[in-house]
């Protein structure tokens, strides 16, 4: 049982039922990837996003058509919620043709063009530069899109994320700065590895607004994304939302994660859980049956599961690929 929800949420039960899909789909996907990494079917390395499935579905619900999102390692679930096909982000992740980098960029890097998702992206920190530089092609280009740019609480004691903190503000960029705070930079607790009391709250020697969020609740990260897009598309320049989140899993599917404790992963799981408190508030407020939420949980494993079959029958690339896709 999650944390007891309000009677009556103030949202539609269609809106309701699309998150609690799309964050069972995050997570029945990142079950599914765990499964086929320990088979040897997916190799290198493998970030799970289990836990966090509420950050990137309450942000996504407050895009439109034509804003962009750049992302870390951690990026299954950012693939999955912008309308990527499970089918290619599993086919890639196994390292097939039928992947979204034709099987050569694996689990880190993938990009999807025309669903405006631009990595996936393994140096610790490097996506927050090119996610300015999206936003910095919008403004050039006078339309009012915004740009996403996601990234942990290891990455934001990089240098480079002060830097473009200063040209973004300096250039009134676009941008929407989202650091999803798990907790855990690797195995490094951020009570360990830094002595500010926000993350977000560093933006202000910038001039940048921001604010701290419950990342476990897909209706408050909504709600934040959508003042964060308001003031972006206003012309106000960036602002900073940091995500209070949780992963249950390893820094990586290598990461035994011996730096926590089972209680501790366990009463996030039972108090905070985020899929859970949307099934709470469906049923409590009389939206949905519990046979309901059985059928959309069958129908999501089995498009999971599609997804597995689809790139096990994938061809590995042909090495003609190794001379494709490169700039010389």
Known sequence: MARKPDAKPNVSKDDLLKY????????????????????????????????????????????????????SYRDHGHMLACGMDPKGVMAELTGRSGGYSKGKGGSMHMFSKEKHFYGGHGIVGAQVPLGAGLAFADKYLGNDNVTFTYFGDGA??????????????????????????????????????????????????YGIPGEQVDG??????????????????????????????????????SDPAKYRTREEVEKIKTEKDCIEHVRDLLIQAGLA???????????????????????KESPEPDLSELWTDITV
């Open 289 to 311: 049956s519990d046979e309901e939420l059985k059928a959309i949980d069958k129908d999501i494993k089995a498009i999971v599961n599609e997804s597995a079959e689809f790139a």
């Open 20 to 71: 609690y899909r799309e964050m069972l789909l995050i997570r029945r996907f990142e079950e599914k990837a765990g499964q086929l990494y320990g088979m040897g079917l997916i190799g290198g390395f493998c970030h799970l996003y289990i836990g966090q499935e509420a950050v990137v579905v309450g942000l996504e619900a407050a895009t439109k058509a034509g804003d962009k999102r750049v992302t």
């Open 216 to 253: 476990m609740d897909v209706l408050a990260v909504k709600a934040a994304g959508e003042k964060a897009v308001a003031h972006c598309r206003a012309g106000n320049g960036p602002y900073i939302l940091e995500m209070m989140t949780y992963r249950y899993r390893g820094h990586s599917m």
């Open 156 to 205: 934001a004691n990089q240098g480079q994320v002060y830097e473009t903190y200063n040209m973004a503000e300096l250039w009134a960029l676009p941008v929407i700065f989202v650091i999803e705070n798990n907790g855990y930079a690797m195995g490094t607790s951020v009570k360990r590895s830094t002595k500010s009391t926000t993350l977000f709250g560093r933006g202000l020697a």
